[in-house]
């Protein structure tokens, strides 16, 4: 296991918001459970690896997330299916998450990646990939 991803800690400007979202995504598609919860965080654990989301403190929301600059760019899952990517897409709409590059959709990685690209709360992209090529 030497070089595999322990954890990722993600601060978050609204825990709830951002609990609302990455819970439903983490748990209830793909296999994830929570791990830990505490009062300004909460972690998710799938094997030996998990995702933690952790509250910003106040003195540091000043400075808004944003994927283009320096530091975390997005999170990229993978799925066994090109019908899990669709029945996604449709959960995601019907929640009202944005979905990126969208007039490219679902080959904006290439016409051979079959993905689907959104935002969380924070604007932080995630990306689920489809294995079945």
Request: glycine share 4%; with cysteine; hydrophobic share 35%.
């Amino acid at each position: 296991m030497n070089g595999a991803i322990h954890h990722v800690e993600i601060y978050v400007s609204d825990l709830k918001k951002s609990i609302e979202f990455w819970e439903w995504l983490l748990t209830e598609k793909f296999s994830y459970m929570v791990y830990q919860k505490w009062d300004c965080g909460v972690s998710y654990k799938f094997g030996e690896s998990y995702i933690v989301l952790v509250q910003t403190e106040d003195k540091y929301l000043v400075n808004n997330f944003n994927r283009k600059n320096t530091g975390l760019n997005h999170l990229a899952f993978h799925c066994d299916s090109k019908s899990f990517i669709d029945t996604l897409t449709a959960e995601l709409k019907e929640r009202n998450v944005n979905i990126l590059y969208s007039d490219r959709h679902p080959y904006a990685g290439g016409e051979d990646y079959y993905a689907v690209f959104f935002e969380d709360p924070d604007r932080i992209k995630v990306e689920v990939v489809a294995e079945d090529k």
